[in-house]
């Protein structure tokens, strides 16, 4: 039973050992918002995020010590839980700055990081503006499902008239890892996915990837998100052979090893072949084109999630990964994804959601999450 902090230097969340669970919600604020109520809600959501990051129920008299005649602070299914390793990450949307019809809401244009802008279209986007963007995301991880979606409910209730929930998204079976402490998990695929992933244990890497650098100031410590809904078209890949998986990823799906061998963490070599002269990592493989050495160093901190939305109307699973990426610059995320453009991962993929977010940096004791920006 883990318990994150929720104040420091960055927000907790990010570098957090990845827990099981994820509930992420992407909120838009409401018309008739004004920059103190703005304001006003980011102290709420701090106030409320800080306690049931320690295991405790919002509020000043929680779920059932409150008045007998009015509704209680707290929405109650979390009571009896531990707190579950819940971590609460907060980010800003390009909308937040400036709506897209160009409206400076809040008299924040000016302070809108030139790094956080619309994601460019990339080859094979098949986005729904429905589940993509938004002005302001709550991340909830958790060990507990109940916990995460306990903080996103109150959270939502919090924000009621406020701001509501754009779009929403349930995760499971962490399909990362961002610690040596923690095995590597599965992704739907049935591929161990996070082998390669940026450690926390690795501080220089996450210092020179991962952690905003000070333009704009207020971002110093921060991070920028981005959320990718990726449906996986499962009942093909389902079909293809053993060797056409692993192809197609690079590495083996038993051990994770890479295809040009050793095991799981040792270093894939590109330029590898086999006896017929072919290189054993295919040039379309996905880590090959993933990979920092084709993308100039470029890394990313993945912290993604399996999700599975019920079914199509044809009978089909609706499921895949909602990938997530913390980098110091988003530009980072969009050269890795167009060096994807080649991926023979696509044919089994499709990405229908996509938003980016600036995360400011942790709130201290007694101040609330994104301060600086005010
Ligand atoms: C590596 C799966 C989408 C970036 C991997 C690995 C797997 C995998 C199995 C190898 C194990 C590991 O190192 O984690 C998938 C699946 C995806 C997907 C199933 C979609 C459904 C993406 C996207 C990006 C990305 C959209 C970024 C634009 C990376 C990176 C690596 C990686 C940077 C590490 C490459 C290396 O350094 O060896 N992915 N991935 N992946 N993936 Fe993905």
Redesign the pocket.
Same mark, same amino acid.
């Given at each position: 039973n883990a318990v994150y902090p929720f104040h420091g230097a960055h927000q907790a969340g990010i570098t957090t050992p990845v827990q099981d669970r994820l509930h992420f919600a992407s909120f838009d604020l409401a018309d008739s918002l004004t920059r103190d109520d703005l304001v006003q809600l980011l102290k709420d959501w701090t106030a409320a995020a800080a306690k049931m990051t320690a295991g405790q129920p919002v509020g000043e008299t929680g779920a059932v010590d409150g008045p007998e005649v009015a509704p209680p602070e707290d929405t109650g299914e979390a009571l009896d839980l531990p707190a579950a390793g819940l971590t609460i990450t907060f980010g800003f949307g390009p909308t937040l700055f400036q709506t897209t019809d160009g409206r400076d809401r809040f008299g924040l244009a000016s302070r809108r990081p030139a790094a956080l802008a619309v994601l460019p279209r990339f080859s094979g986007d098949n986005l729904s503006p429905e589940i993509s963007g938004g002005d302001i995301a709550i991340q909830a991880c958790a060990d507990d499902p109940q916990v995460a979606v306990h903080a996103i409910r109150n959270l939502s209730r919090i924000a009621f008239g406020r701001a509501s929930i754009r779009w929403s998204q349930l995760g499971f079976g962490r399909t990362s890892s961002t610690s040596t402490s923690q095995l590597t998990a599965r992704?739907l695929?049935g @591929?161990?996915?996070?082998?390669?992933?940026i450690k926390a244990e690795d501080p220089k890497v996450v210092d020179a990837q991962v952690w905003a650098d000070g333009d704009p100031s207020w971002m110093a410590g921060g991070s920028y998100l981005v959320t =990718?809904k990726?449906r996986?078209i499962i009942e093909t890949w389902d079909r293809a052979q053993l060797q056409e998986q692993e192809r197609v990823?690079g =590495?083996n799906k038993g051990a994770?090893a890479p295809l040009s061998g050793g095991a799981e963490f040792t270093a894939?070599d590109f330029s590898a072949t086999g006896a017929t002269g072919k290189p054993l990592i295919d040039k379309a493989a996905?880590?090959r084109l993933?990979?920092?050495d084709q993308n100039k160093g470029t890394?990313?901190l =993945?912290r993604g999630y399996n999700y599975v939305d019920g079914n199509d109307q044809l009978g089909r699973l609706d499921a895949?990964?909602f @990938?997530i990426?913390y980098q110091r610059d988003p530009q980072q @995320?969009i050269d890795?994804?167009r060096s994807?453009a080649t991926d023979a991962?696509k044919e089994y993929?499709r990405h229908v959601g996509s938003a980016v977010f600036a995360v400011p940096p942790g709130a201290k004791a007694g101040g609330f999450i994104g301060q600086q920006l005010f």
């Open positions: 992704n695929m @591929f161990k996915d996070g082998t390669a992933n =990718r990726i996986m990823i =590495r994770g894939p996905h880590v993933a990979h920092p890394q990313l =993945r895949g990964l @990938f990426s @995320f890795i994804q994807l991962l993929i």
